[in-house]
């Protein structure tokens, strides 16, 4: 077993795909009928406690972060996928074990009038 205890790079936790339905667009009918949004994160976090201990109390419980990242998808519209990505990353830094979070807004259904297959905006936002 090497000695990694000096690393300073956390771990990284990722879960993509989370398929949610919001409400959020400048276009009043955005808004009306909603349309899908598909989030993508990657966590900074130390897994070295929980992979010691094999006990979920000592991560970060990716079934709670899906939980909360539908709920804010899903509630309280707002115009831009920056600020929505903003409150993603603002649910994400709310345990204390994250140093920091990278979030990918897609928007596939984007009202851009060419073909495309995708329109995604990622952040990464740090613990202060």
Do not use: N
Request: hydrophobic share 40%.
């Amino acid at each position: 077993m090497t000695d990694q205890s000096l690393d300073p790079t956390p771990d990284e936790m990722a879960v993509t795909g989370i398929v949610c339905h919001g409400h959020h667009g400048v276009f009043d009918f955005e808004r009306r009928e909603g349309q899908p949004f598909v989030v993508d994160l990657v966590l900074g976090l130390d897994t070295r406690p929980a992979a010691l201990s094999d006990d979920l109390r000592d991560t970060v419980d990716y079934g709670s972060v899906v939980t909360s990242v539908k709920a804010a998808v899903e509630t309280d519209p707002v115009d831009l996928i920056e600020t929505l990505a903003q409150r993603i990353a603002d649910v994400c830094l709310l345990d204390g074990r994250v140093e920091w979070a990278r979030v990918t807004v897609h928007k596939p259904d984007a009202p851009i009038d060419a073909t495309f297959s995708d329109v995604a905006l990622t952040i990464t936002r740090r613990r202060t």
